[in-house]
């Protein structure tokens, strides 16, 4: 039995079901990745496809699983029905007068491609989330600076104890931030207020421990004399970073 799914905005595929298996637990796809085969009447997420539990899925009447849309303009889900659909992407109800309006004013909207961030936009993000961690560095230092001068007093060798713990609480400030904040919102404040966020390869949520992985893929990326970032200017048309490929995100506009 062949199977398709979504992937970046497209239809890929077909595999086989014990593939599309396989791409869930890899994480290559994730549980709300839309899927179809000959046969459902409507692309479905591959938890209610692949028989996910009755808490994975919204049930109908008769217990059936019910296929879920999320919402181009406010972003919820909704069920498939209660949908419209335009170009890849599906509105409910209560958004389709706005939506509609934009295009008839001829207003960008979102028909559910990837639109991908540019170079400059993203190293815009990294300044604006360096100079917030900068300021929280400096605080922790200024804290820390404190503490060693009191702390020399009655032993010198404590400066250099108090060195490692810094740089220590430093890089876990700086993993916990990006981490949580990734793997809940998709963006750091930097990349919100420049508009953008990572996302996995359909497009779907980055998890907290992919998001974990990606910071210090970043590591790696800078390590590498830069090279890990470099490549992303030739990486068309997704801009991939290195820490992008090690860990299969994207970074798009919001």
């Not at 992919?210 to 068309?236: E, P, Q, V």
């Amino acid at each position: 039995m062949n199977w398709y799914y979504v992937e970046q905005g497209q239809q890929a595929g077909p595999v086989s079901e014990e593939q599309l298996g396989e791409m869930l637990r890899g994480g290559k796809i994730q549980p709300d990745t839309l899927v179809w085969r000959e046969g459902l009447a409507e692309w479905t997420p591959c938890r209610s496809a692949l028989g996910g539990t009755p808490s994975d899925s919204t049930t109908g009447a008769t217990g059936e699983p019910t296929a879920e849309a999320v919402c181009a303009e406010c972003g919820k889900m909704f069920p498939v029905e209660e949908t419209i659909r335009y170009g890849n992407a599906r509105v409910c109800a209560a958004c389709k007068p706005v939506f509609l309006q934009k295009l008839q004013e001829g207003a960008p909207v979102n028909t559910g491609e990837l639109r991908y961030a540019r170079i400059l936009t993203r190293f815009s993000a990294v300044v604006l989330d360096g100079l917030i961690l900068m300021v929280v560095n400096m605080a922790l230092g200024f804290l820390l600076g404190y503490i060693s001068a009191i702390a020399a007093r009655h032993n010198p060798s404590a400066i250099v104890s108090v060195q490692f713990v810094l740089l220590a609480l430093e890089v876990a400030v700086a993993a916990s931030y990006e981490t949580l904040m990734v793997g809940k919102y998709g963006a750091t404040l930097g990349k919100m207020a420049c508009k953008i966020k990572v996302v996995i390869a359909d497009g779907g949520r980055v998890s907290y421990l992919r998001s974990c992985g990606r910071y210090f893929g970043k590591m790696l990326s800078s390590l590498t004399c830069l090279i890990g970032y470099i490549i992303a200017i030739f990486d068309n048309p997704q801009k991939r970073a290195l820490h992008d490929h090690l860990c299969n995100t994207r970074v798009i506009y919001r």
